[in-house]
């Protein structure tokens, strides 16, 4: 059985929009009912058309059918670009999807809470970049709807809506949620990524290309996600805030589709100026003057093996069951140790390199110091820390974390800059171990480390 369901146009505007009252109408422009006759199906409806088994485009074709949605994205602030997403509910929705169209300033017609009305037939449906996307099929692509035809297919109806973001945890991320307006609470961005000294931007940071990604953190259960901002956003300059709270986004993916990131529509939809939950860190003071009595001095040279490395009395494990573990790598000329999960099967991967032992009971005023690069960067996966009760075991062993430096770095290869970190240990006495800790998980958590130059001075 046919529904017919009726929405109102401005003829002549290019994105129509219709009136509820006489308080809105506009002068001296009538206002014509366009009847438009079809099936009325839903977001999720429509998505079930494509097939992820062949990944081939579905273009829908005479079968009159329309659905309904609510706007959720805004390119006001310019982390939006010629798109629109839409979710099936102003409030607790179920389905949302990423509509193209070749056109600017898409807010001015299609605000967040406006309701529209889609017309299917002539659209495509594919996936890319991670998320399913509707526009019209160019050359066994899918393409943005030309702004010639965007009034054919979506319709600007009088509705609008408050859109309350579904409360989610970063645990409860998953594909049913993508294109979703979701809201998560109690977090903060990586420490790293807000010290004083080293404060981030958005995505204005020489480490930035197409997207900038500060990795959030749960206060509550230490799980980590990104925030994915466009370097071409209005905002991209503004600093991160500092606090800890909430934040409203839509769920998507990256542009390579190998991790989830929360996309704002402008810095609003942070709130983030409760107190910061960061770990108790090693405090010593900041006493960083470099003494002339080397206590450990690494710098690699020659350890070409594991066993090498053994025989020099590190500690070189994987704890979680895989075989990945830091590995001697010759780079630029240069011998380093180089951790990552990419093109391994291991989730979780975590990895532990543990100092020889370093007696400081003769010496004063030591500094821990060491090297550390950054590549293929898609979130910050390693700590370190210190302990003076190496069991053999980092599982049982009791460790204090170091407020290291630890570097963020582009989501490619060319990155040739190593971070020094400078540590004051010198409140401890007798013997210690520092500990490097990676924690990755493939295939999305694969953030590639260089590490080089550890050394301990005192005086």
Known sequence: MKKIFVVCALIGFLLNSCVKT????TPGIDIPEIDITGDL???MAVKGNFDPRTGEIYTFQDSETWFEGYVISSDAGGNFYKEIILQDKPEDPTSGIQILLDDNSIYETFDVGRKVVVKLDGLSLSFNNGVLQLGIQNRGDVVAIPGSLIADHIIR?????????????????????????????DVQF??????????????????????GERQLISCQTGSTSILSTSTFSDFKSLLLPTGSGSVEGILTRDFYDEHYVIMINTPDALNMNGERCDPVYLDCGNNLVEGSKFLLEENFDGVTSNTTLNSRGWTNINVSGGEKKFTPTLSAGNRILRISAYNTIESPLEAWLVTPEIDLDDTSNEILLFDMLSSYDNGLLMKVFITSDFTGDPRTTTWTELDANIPLGPSGANSTIFRESKIDISCLEGEIWIGFRYLGAAPDKTTTYDLDNIRVIGE
């Open 22 to 25: 006489d308080d809105y109408d």
């Open 157 to 185: 109806t009088e509705v609008k809506q408050e859109i309350k973001p579904l409360q989610i945890s970063i645990d409860d991320f998953s594909d049913e949620l993508k294109n979703l307006y979701i809201q998560i609470n």
């Open 41 to 43: 199906t839903s977001i």
């Open 190 to 211: 990586d420490p790293n990524l807000v010290k004083e000294n080293n404060l981030y931007s958005f995505a204005s940071n020489v480490v930035d290309r197409y997207d």
